[in-house]
């Protein structure tokens, strides 16, 4: 079973300061997403990626699949990106028949103050 | 607005009582997962239906089972319900078959209160 940890659990910032939340995670994968969820309780799929790195906006997501390492960085923080980050990966190792039910971090609760 | 619904939104019950949760997958996603959130057990994989059969199970109690029908909407089922049950529902769906993994779409999810 993988087994998926997250630092840091809580993170508050100042507007305008750059952000990085670290997943690290136990056994390979074919895919690792990162999830934000509002406090609404909505959860939203940021990035899905298997290799190298991913841009949208001011999102970037980077996995290192050798060392199990992942890492989400927002740029030019701003009080609206303050929620939960969640790091997720497939419960079982991808056999390519399609059974994919994630395992789920514990979460990074951020918070951007103005 | 993900393309995923669910119903009911909130949903209130006692001890020992049965309930359905109702999921429609977006238009053309032929997998559903569902995952149950709670404050001491946080995100947890319950089951995954894939265009009408059962998938992958995960955390799932034997008190809960959950279905798929042939218009591809899901059902989970509750039932004997305890107040450790009380929780965010969450659906999920995705298109299956890509190479490497699946981008899975949440639901809004259903809060379910055991009293």
């Known amino acids: 079973k993988n087994e998926v940890e997250q630092s840091p659990q809580n993170l508050t910032a100042q507007e305008g300061e750059f952000i990085t939340i670290n997943c690290s995670y136990s056994?390979?994968?074919?895919?690792l997403h990162w999830l934000q969820q509002h406090p609404g309780g909505g959860i939203v799929s940021l990035f899905m990626?298997?290799?190298g790195k991913k841009k949208h906006g001011r999102l970037i997501a980077t996995i290192n699949i050798q060392e199990k390492h992942s890492s989400l960085h927002i740029t030019a923080s701003h009080p609206r990106d303050s929620a939960v980050y969640i790091c997720?990966?497939?419960?079982?190792?991808?056999?390519?028949?399609?059974?994919?039910?994630?395992?789920f971090g514990k979460g990074t609760h951020l918070i951007i103050q103005p | 607005d993900s393309g995923v619904t669910q119903t009911p939104k909130h949903l209130i019950t006692a001890t020992g009582q049965r309930v359905t949760l109702r999921c429609s997958p977006r238009s053309g996603d032929l997998s559903v997962y569902w995952y149950q959130q709670s404050l001491d057990q946080g995100l947890q994989f319950l089951i995954q239906y894939y265009n009408g059969e059962e998938r992958a199970k995960g955390n799932i109690l034997e008190r809960f089972s959950a279905q798929q029908f042939p218009d591809l909407h899901s059902e989970l089922n509750l039932s004997s319900l305890e107040l450790g049950d009380s929780a965010l529902y969450f659906c999920?769906?995705?298109?299956?078959?890509?190479?490497?993994?699946?981008?899975?779409?949440f639901g809004p999810g259903t809060r379910l209160t055991v009293l």
């Open positions: 990626l298997s290799s």
């Open positions: 056994v390979g994968i074919s895919a």
């Open positions: 999920a769906s995705s298109v299956l078959g890509l190479a490497g993994g699946n981008e899975q779409f």
């Open positions: 997720a990966v497939p419960t079982e190792m991808y056999s390519g028949g399609g059974a994919d039910g994630l395992t």
